[in-house]
């Protein structure tokens, strides 16, 4: 920890870093000073009670905040060494590397194949049809979901279940070979047995990706993270920070009264 | 008592009394205004219905008066290419096909510039400039067509006859028209698309956002393919509205039913012929009067073949996103 030049060291530690990171809505303050590193290949895992900013902060690790109308981020959010927010940064060229699967699945109203076919295909791809069948295969098999859809995959990727609808999401993200999946309570409109399908696969995506997670639901953070980010509002009703440290710390020994509060569920 | 009624034993265990014993009335009761409104209502769709099929009645029986003449036959009517009541002759096909002409050079004007400004309105523009310009785009549809047909005398047809020859453009011509009947039109298609773009929900934007798509891509791949049954159906309505449109070819085509696919020479359309002639003295009964009324039955197949086509589009291609 007593490197010289932190850039470099953090860069070869964390995916991601966020050091004093602001985000507004306008004149709203809605994510105050938020440092903390994202672990590579690990999952780690945003919770709080609604409005504590957690999936702010989410959307701020691929610049997905841009879209919203007077939206700012202030301070740093390093990628790879780099501040995704200088000015020369493409947004379009960070959610090329940083993925995101939503809250609600939102497959396109296209075939299977053609969801996953999308994303390299508006990065350039360059293949062949051959070795786009076997993009879509290899990601389908990454989301588990190829042995479900392989004999239809030209049938419409809203005909599957809420569940294989997610994980089409998923081998949709992972098809354009991102470093980071950032996933927004992505099990929230799914049942516990898709939820469950989906924490198993959190766990094998994590060899080869770094996987940021916003849940709602505590179980599901104690489980299915290595690291847990509790985030709160302040007076000023701006999402903080309060405590980050390994999952089981923070729901076996949490060092702050207001996450020993939270995650016993007094309140949130 | 309490004992009583836990163990469900039948016993009245509250008192007789007036409140709990008078009959309610639940009978029906009359509700005049009720059924008055439902009258109304019954009224106003039977008026419209009545009214189509009045049309509809009327076409037909003044057509069918028009092929009763001797010197008509429907096989000419149908494959003739020369209009000339004053000769006896009735072949429709130089109205179709200016009708068509001109209707296709204001698709070709209309679908890119009212797609484009549905694009731009539903996916690029700030609220601000949407606020202003989507009021502006539907001052733009009320619009006197006669202005309009003025404009395409005044305005267009000089600018093609200076870009092409004078020689080349005639004053009345199937291209001016056509390019105004596209501006007048385009306003529509603008604003049904936009109707259609902006009610895919925001979802499908993100996910494609999300994987590195950018704006245009996400318009083009993502958002018009999802609205494109919306966006056919617009255009069809638009298409309707060129076919049915009257007062811009009238001024600007110019009134003589050539049979041409030449777009710079004059040419009438249906509509256009079915104004010039009702407009000169004619007497009831005589072939010229009939024969505007077969132009109208042929006008109306053409419509109603485009909103059957459309329903069908509709159908067949909607994208089902939720």
């Known amino acids: 920890m007593t490197t010289t030049n932190p850039a470099t060291m953090s860069a070869e530690r964390f995916a991601l870093e966020t050091r004093n990171m602001h985000i507004y809505y306008s004149a709203f303050r809605a994510v105050k000073d938020v440092s903390f590193g994202v672990e590579r290949n690990k999952i780690t895992a945003l919770i709080g009670p609604s409005g504590c900013g957690k999936s702010t902060v989410l959307r701020s690790f691929n610049r997905m905040n841009d879209l919203v109308p007077g939206a700012r981020v202030e301070g740093d959010v390093l990628f790879r060494g780099q501040n995704l927010y200088a000015p020369d940064v493409d947004a379009v060229q960070v959610r090329r590397r940083i993925g995101m699967v939503f809250q609600k699945p939102n497959p396109f109203p296209k075939s299977i194949y053609d969801n996953i076919a999308f994303g390299p295909k508006i990065n350039g791809w360059k293949g062949n049809k051959g070795e786009m069948d076997e993009l879509v295969e290899r990601s389908l098999r990454g989301a588990s979901l190829w042995d479900d859809v392989k004999d239809k995959l030209q049938q419409s990727g809203l005909s599957l279940s809420g569940g294989q609808q997610q994980r089409l999401c998923i081998a949709r993200a992972l098809a354009v070979e991102p470093e980071i999946i950032l996933m927004d309570e992505p099990c929230s409109a799914l049942d516990p047995i898709s939820t469950l399908r989906i924490e198993e696969l959190m766990f094998e995506l994590r060899q080869h990706y770094t996987i940021v997670i916003v849940t709602h639901n505590m179980q599901q953070a104690a489980r299915a993270s290595d690291y847990t980010a509790f985030f709160l509002m302040d007076a000023d009703r701006a999402g903080q920070l309060v405590e980050y440290d390994h999952t089981e710390q923070i729901f ?3 060092k702050d009264s207001r996450t020993e509060q939270y995650i016993s569920g007094r309140f949130g | 008592m309490a004992d009583q009624a836990r163990v469900g034993v039948v016993e009245r265990t509250v008192p007789l009394t ?26 106003c769709g039977f008026i419209s219905i009545f009214t189509t099929l009045g049309i509809v009645f009327v076409l037909g029986r003044e057509s069918l008066l028009f092929f009763a003449h001797p010197e008509v036959s429907l096989v000419e009517f149908v494959t003739k290419t020369v209009w000339q009541p004053a000769i006896d002759e009735f072949g429709i096909l130089p109205l179709v096909n200016a009708t068509l002409m001109t209707s296709l050079i204001a698709m070709l004007v209309a679908v890119p510039l009212g797609l484009g400004a549905a694009i731009y309105l539903s996916e690029y523009a700030s609220e601000r400039a949407r606020s202003i310009l989507k009021p502006l785009l539907e001052i733009l549809a009320g619009v006197p067509t006669v202005v309009y047909g003025y404009f395409a005398l005044t305005f267009v047809t000089p600018l093609l006859r200076n870009a092409f020859g004078k020689d080349v453009v005639q004053i009345y011509n199937v291209a001016s028209a056509g390019i105004v009947v596209g501006i007048l039109i385009m306003p529509l298609i603008a604003t049904l698309s936009e109707d259609a773009l902006s009610s895919v929900p925001s979802a499908l934007r993100q996910a494609a956002f999300g994987l590195g798509a950018t704006k245009f891509e996400t318009a083009v791949q993502v958002v018009v393919p999802a609205a494109l049954s919306g966006v056919i159906a617009a255009c069809i309505v638009a298409m309707s509205r060129a076919i049915g449109e009257t007062m811009v070819v009238a001024l600007a085509a110019g009134a003589s039913p050539n049979f041409t696919f030449n777009p710079f020479l004059p040419a009438e359309t249906m509509t256009g012929h079915i104004a010039r002639i009702s407009g000169g003295d004619l007497s009831y009964g005589s072939i010229d009067y009939d024969s505007i009324f077969a132009i109208g039955l042929v006008l109306f197949f053409i419509t109603l073949i485009l909103n059957i086509l459309s329903r069908w589009i509709v159908n067949r291609f909607r994208e089902v996103y939720d």
């Open chain 1, 252 to 254: 076996q020994n949490p």
């Open chain 2, 18 to 43: 007036d409140a709990n014993t008078r009959m309610i009335d639940l009978r029906k009761r009359p509700r005049i205004g009720e059924s008055l409104i439902q009258i109304i209502l019954f009224i």
